[in-house]
């Protein structure tokens, strides 16, 4: 065998091996998860297809693949320290990746937030609603409670 030409097929396909293509979603926050006036001793949800709902947009590449997890709170709590319980149940995520995305009747629906959705990028993009849930103690402190709900979008590849 002539090493010369081995030497060539090999560079050949390290070429062939080495192309790729960069996707680039974007991510941004339609609507916070509000709950409103919360009252102590009386829990309150918000449900995925209330208008209070927390709404994510994705933006990519129609067709691109993409995994979303969700890091959910267990606390909501003051600026001076109190807190108050907020809990997530195994159905209060939805996506919809359609033309029209519809928060009340979504492609996908009744989705576990704590586990890491794979879904596809529609042409006009991903919607993402959150539903949840807080409970407030039987002499909850009045104040203004807020929580960090981090989303975290990747390309999967595919």
């Not at 928060?103 to 949840?132: C, E, K, M, R, S």
Request: aromatic share 6%; hydrophobic share 35%; net charge negative.
């Amino acid at each position: 065998m002539d090493p010369q030409r081995t030497g060539l097929i090999a560079g050949v396909i390290g070429l062939l091996l080495c192309w790729a293509t960069v996707s680039a979603q974007t991510v941004s926050v339609v609507n916070n998860l509000e709950f409103g006036d919360v009252f102590p001793g009386v829990p309150k949800t918000v449900t995925k297809a209330d208008p209070g709902a927390a709404e994510f947009r994705v933006e990519g590449n129609g067709g691109d693949e993409i995994t979303v997890e969700l890091l959910l709170p267990s606390y909501m709590s003051t600026s001076t320290g109190h807190s108050m319980r907020l809990v997530f149940s195994s159905n209060d995520l939805s996506m919809d990746s359609s033309a029209s995305p519809r928060q009340d009747a979504p492609l996908l629906d009744d989705l576990n937030p704590y586990i890491v959705q794979t879904y596809g990028i529609g042409t006009n993009g991903l919607a993402i609603w959150l539903g949840g849930k807080v409970v407030p103690g039987q002499v909850q402190q009045p104040g203004d409670y807020s929580a960090d709900i981090t989303i975290t979008i990747t390309y999967t590849g595919n």
